[in-house]
Nanobody, 110 residues
């Protein structure tokens, strides 16, 4: 069993930054990806970024602005979000294998 707990969401203005954290507990393996997804109102959930011990991937819409990082000792994944835009507004979810966190709201005002 795996549990994922996100934190760090909030309300910011365009151009500002936020850092999300996701702490995982249970059977976590470094070769499996930990990922951040987001879902905006009326839209499908989409991959933002994911990370394994050998590679990192980003959605085109966040490349150059967001950075994903992982602390393997703490089983924690982070998402540093800079230069935030109103279109980044969404609920952000952490994912590991078939497990999802509860989500954290990020709202960016213009």
């Amino acid at each position: 069993q795996v549990q994922l707990v996100e934190s760090g969401g909030g309300l910011v203005q365009a151009g500002e930054s936020l850092r999300l954290s996701c702490a995982a507990s249970g059977s976590i393996f470094s070769f499996n990806a930990m990922a951040w997804y987001r879902q905006a109102p009326g839209k499908q959930r989409e991959l933002v970024a994911d990370i394994t011990s050998s590679r990192i991937r980003y959605a085109d819409s966040v490349k150059g602005r967001f950075t994903i990082a992982r602390d393997y000792a703490k089983n924690t994944v982070y998402l540093q979000m800079n230069s935030l835009k109103p279109e980044d507004t969404a609920v952000y979810y952490c994912k590991y294998e078939g497990y999802w966190g509860q989500g954290t709201q990020v709202t960016v005002s213009s």
